[in-house]
């Protein structure tokens, strides 16, 4: 569900990288101590790395000639929390954007509202937490995680159609591509629930605490969570370097909700739309800042290099950028209650 520059106008581009901005400033500000441990810290660096990997996998759907992969938001706020599952998607999707060109530049700040604002900061704690308060077993989170990505994955999906129709450059009509767009969203969505109650279930039977932690806002008790974070990073390297191989071809669900839409509106494929200063410059930033665009090397058509040294590359950089970004922000905030409290 990232969208591309040719989706968005200057102006909504512009905007939702200023709300972006915004709702990063406010998180790290609101971010309370204890959610940064730590122990939370490497946690931050390897969910992220997982996610970045598990986003390269998609997964066809049946009998559409579309695929989806997940967005990952509430499998990162199930372990993290709220804040940290929104700052670490947020360093994910801009790893994904600059060094893979992976979504605009210019839709950047619209692909953070809708895979992190969204699931993060909305969704999880209006759904997700008050599923599980009572009550962590495998049953509430299932049903949470199901419920939650699902929701979440609608509702980013109906702001990415806002989103296209507002700019105005796609000539696609609100109502057709709102009729393609959603309902294909939530059987991703329900997938993407699966996928996640499976990796939290998992989790939990191992160390409880993180998910229990995540939930009240507070550091992992005095538990060890190497084996975690062994595991989930391994997990990540495993999904990034070999099961991307197996990722299905087919153009992902929102890539094919456009294709129809132009197809029943024009009887054509979908024209990339007129191009523009400001979407020149956004594209000259990604040519020079992208070494494997499209998680591929420049001649391999086959992508079959490409993909593993993608997928392995960036989850190693999201580990240490995620987890640097966690250290920093909390040595700030120690840094911050020294001299208040001095």
């Not at 699966?194 to 191992?206: D, E, W």
């Not at 991307?244 to 024009?266: C, I, N, Q």
Request: a neutral charge.
């Amino acid at each position: 569900m990232h969208m591309t520059d040719a989706l968005v106008s200057p102006a909504v581009g512009l905007t939702m990288a200023a709300v972006g901005v915004a709702a990063v400033g406010i998180s790290v500000v609101k971010i309370k101590k204890d959610e940064l441990s730590e122990k939370k810290i490497p946690l931050m660096g390897v969910a992220g790395a997982l996610v970045f990997a598990a986003q390269m996998i998609n997964f066809t759907i049946p009998a559409t000639g579309s695929s989806g992969h997940i967005g990952g938001g509430i499998l990162l706020a199930g372990l993290l929390g709220g804040i940290p599952s929104f700052l670490s998607i947020t360093v994910v999707l801009t790893i994904q954007c600059l060094f893979f060109a992976d979504g605009g530049l210019l839709a950047l700040g619209c692909n953070i509202f809708n895979l992190g604002v969204i699931p993060c900061l909305l969704i999880y704690p209006l759904v997700f937490k008050p599923i599980i308060r009572r009550r962590i077993d495998n049953k509430s989170l299932s049903v949470a995680s199901v419920a939650s990505a699902a929701s979440a994955m609608v509702l980013g999906a109906f702001c990415v159609t806002a989103q296209t129709v507002l700019s105005g450059i796609s000539g696609l009509p609100f109502d057709i591509f709102a009729s393609l767009m959603l309902p294909i969203h939530l059987i991703i969505g329900l997938v993407e629930g699966i996928i996640t109650a499976a990796v939290l279930c998992f989790i939990h039977k191992m160390r409880p605490e993180i998910i229990e932690s995540a939930l009240k806002g507070e550091r992992v008790g005095g538990v060890p969570v190497k084996n975690v974070i062994v595991a989930v990073f391994s997990l990540a390297l495993i999904t990034g370097g070999a099961l991307v191989l197996f990722a299905s071809a087919k153009p992902d669900g929102l890539e094919w909700a456009v294709g129809k839409t132009a197809e029943r509106v024009y009887g054509r494929e979908f024209d990339a739309g007129p191009e523009g200063e400001i979407h020149n410059a956004a594209a000259g930033v990604q040519e020079r800042t992208a070494f494997l665009p499209d998680y591929a090397f420049v001649n391999d058509s086959e992508n079959a290099a490409g993909k593993p040294v993608a997928g392995i590359t960036g989850a190693v950089a999201i580990f240490v950028t995620a987890g640097a970004a966690g250290l920093v922000i909390s040595k700030i905030k120690k840094s911050k209650k020294a001299v208040s409290d001095g």
